[in-house]
């Protein structure tokens, strides 16, 4: 078996006296979907930010591609091959898809953009996505669709190489067909290769695209368990109560934030 | 249809003609009037009977081009409007089902895919789940699909979609046409994997322009598609194409179809993860995550994936010496593979087979539709009658 792409082991994480990660151990596999789920408040979002830089862990180990690394802030992540998309879509209105899938990390040389190149660049990254909804990779991104920007926001992920994406309910916004095509999109992204997280709240997109779930309940790891061993009854269970039969966290009833 | 003896009337002339120009503007894109009448052979004043009377039900539209070559007035460019017919395709897999909107000239307008576990996997959860997709694809997209082309990995009757063994799917004798045209309130088509797929590379991938063809694929199973001189070779019934169950090795593995050393269990999925040391029920995305980090180092390539590039290049070289094709494509899970085992297997063959020898060495090439092809090749089959009617 190959070796996970990220492992994180033991991470703890809290904000004051608010301990919000506890003894958290969670791995993205290349080539897989992992999904991660859990209640509110369950600690998604904080380990989704913890491994992207944005709030630095306070104890714990994490190995990437086999190497521990210490990711102190968002360039940490983004230099490993990380790539974050949030579900308020980060993208500028005001700007096309080329632009913004270049914003920051601009392409040329001697004070002079390359626009052709990037052109090129998006439009090739576009492609071997199969994303054939888009007609002109130079359409002003207030145009698009709600799927169609988010489509570029992950696209923007794959064009920088990252070897690992976190997608953090990219499809909370979206209607009920164009999350379809973002979840057709996010199983692509794990057919090239790369590992992909996906955290969602909907059982039923869970369970159609994700390889494995990593369920969280009170900021404890309750399970990480292949897709294709487990009910939805289960993971509901596991979410709310953190115990299902033999899986789960032992005495989920001491638990405490 | 006319009889040889009778003559054609010109209504009948005009709708072949009409056909004709559709399905070239469907498979190779936007054209000028001046080359359509070239390649058609028609004469410059039918051209523009028939492009206007495409435009004026709004199939075409018709503006100038952006690039000018020569002197004088130039030719008018025609365009296919993808939203003057609409087909869905849907590919069954057997980890999955992928679907797609799409327009007239090949446009994906829209497109949706689940995985498939255990119970999902039952012919009644799929098609209920087609159903529901469907529905919402038609939906956002403001289009009502004419036509319906379904792949399936499996043994299929054509003439009214009768899947009668899909084995990696654990299908038998399943109407799937019939169910699904009782759902989909549209004309379903029904094709073998392969064989759409060889289609869809014959159209839009590596095979355009190639008469004799063979497309073999990899998603769990092996399956085979062949073009012989430019028409797909179907066989009684349609049920040419299982080349994954050509045996290759007596006394080799058992393989579900009864026999022993089938093809498919020396280079199929599953003998993929082995050679890469996976578990065999490994999800896809590793199994290419694996092989991508393997070209990135061709110097283990020969020591990993020997045996099993031997095995490949010697079951072409039996597809080779007995379909005789000018060109093999190798798809799905195939396009993951290193470059140096294609190059590898194209050498293998044309050493040891004596028809690629004749022919200056059979092309052997990665497909560049990749896991799309047999959803195009789905979209083609559902457009076939379609471009007849509009």
């Not at chain 1, 632009?99 to 090129?120: I, P, S, V, Y």
């Not at chain 2, 012919?123 to 956002?140: F, M, Q, Y």
């Not at chain 2, 289009?143 to 654990?170: F, I, K, Q, W, Y």
């Not at chain 2, 020997?306 to 079951?315: I, N, R």
Request: hydrophobic fraction near 45%.
């Amino acid at each position: 078996m190959s070796e996970p792409i990220l492992e994180l082991r033991g991470v703890n994480k809290s904000f004051g006296p608010v301990h919000v990660l506890h003894d958290i151990d969670f791995t993205v596999r290349a080539g897989e979907v992992t999904a991660l789920v859990g209640d509110n408040g369950a600690g998604k979002s904080t380990l989704v930010k913890s491994i992207a830089g944005i709030h630095p862990i306070d104890s714990g180990e994490v190995v990437f591609d086999g190497k521990p690394v210490t990711i102190n802030g968002p360039r940490d992540a983004a230099a490993l091959g990380i790539e974050v998309v949030y579900q308020d879509l980060a993208l500028c209105d005001n700007l096309d898809i080329v632009q913004n899938m270049f914003l920051g990390r601009e392409r040329g040389k001697a004070g002079m953009l390359d626009e052709t190149d990037m052109e090129q660049a998006a439009r090739k990254t576009l492609t071997s996505l199969s994303v054939r909804t888009v007609k002109s990779v130079r359409t002003q991104v207030s145009s698009l669709s709600g799927g169609q920007r988010q489509t570029v926001a992950i696209a923007k992920a794959v064009l920088w190489n990252s070897k690992v994406v976190l997608l953090d309910e990219p499809t909370a916004a979206l209607g009920v067909a164009q999350t379809r095509q973002v979840l057709d999109l996010v199983r692509r992204l794990a057919e090239q290769g790369l590992g992909v997280v996906l955290i969602s709240h909907n059982m039923n997109d869970v369970f159609e695209v994700a390889d494995r779930i990593a369920c969280l309940y009170l900021g404890r790891m309750a399970a990480e368990v292949p897709t294709k061993d487990v009910t939805h009854g289960q993971v509901v269970e596991l979410i709310t109560a953190g115990r299902s039969g033999e899986l789960g966290i032992a005495r989920p009833e001491s638990a405490t934030i | 249809m006319a009889t040889p003896t009778a003559g054609a009337r010109p209504d009948e002339v005009r709708r072949h003609n009409r056909t004709a120009l559709l399905r070239r503007l469907h498979v190779d894109g936007p054209s000028t009037r001046a080359s359509l009448a070239a390649e058609l052979g028609l004469n410059r004043s039918t051209i523009k009977a028939l492009v206007d009377g495409l435009a004026e039900s709004g199939v075409v539209a018709e503006r100038l081009p952006a690039q000018r070559t020569g002197a004088g007035r130039p030719s008018l460019l025609v365009l296919p409007q993808p939203q003057a017919a609409v087909v869905m395709a849907i590919d069954v897999r057997v980890e999955q089902v992928a679907m797609a909107m799409v327009g007239l000239g090949g446009d994906i307008l829209g497109r949706h895919s689940w995985n498939l576990h255990r119970r999902t996997r039952e012919p009644g959860e799929v098609i209920t789940h087609i159903a529901d997709s469907a529905k919402l694809l038609a939906d956002e997209l403001d289009v009502t699909a004419v036509g319906v082309g379904v792949s399936v990995p499996g043994v299929v009757r054509r003439a009214d979609g009768m899947v009668h063994e899909a084995p990696n799917l654990h299908w038998t004798d399943v109407a799937l046409g019939a169910r699904l045209t009782a759902v989909l309130q549209a004309p379903v088509h029904v094709g073998n994997d392969a064989e759409l797929g060889a289609l869809a590379e014959h159209l839009r991938g590596a095979a355009r322009g190639s008469s004799d063809v063979v497309y073999i694929s990899a998603d769990v199973g092996i399956g085979g598609g062949v073009i012989s001189s430019g028409t797909p070779l179907r066989g009684a019934g349609g049920y040419v194409g299982e080349l994954g169950h050509m045996v290759v090795r007596p006394g080799g593995r058992h393989c579900y179809c009864g026999c022993q050393g089938c093809w498919e269990t020396e280079i199929g999925e599953a003998a993929l993860c082995r050679a890469l040391a996976l578990p065999e029920d490994a999800p896809r995305g590793a199994v290419v995550a694996e092989l991508r980090s393997l070209a990135a180092d061709p110097s283990s390539v020969s020591h990993r994936l020997g045996e099993f590039t031997e095995w490949l290049a010697l079951g072409l070289v039996t597809v080779v010496n007995m379909l005789g094709p000018e060109l093999v494509v190798l798809g799905d899970l195939f396009t993951a593979l290193p470059q140096v085992v294609v190059d590898r297997v194209r050498a293998t063959v044309q050493q040891r087979s004596l028809v690629s020898r004749a022919v200056g060495g059979t092309r052997i090439v990665s497909s560049p539709l990749g896991r799309d092809a047999k959803l195009i090749g789905a979209a083609e089959l559902a457009f076939e009658p379609v471009l007849g009617l509009v």
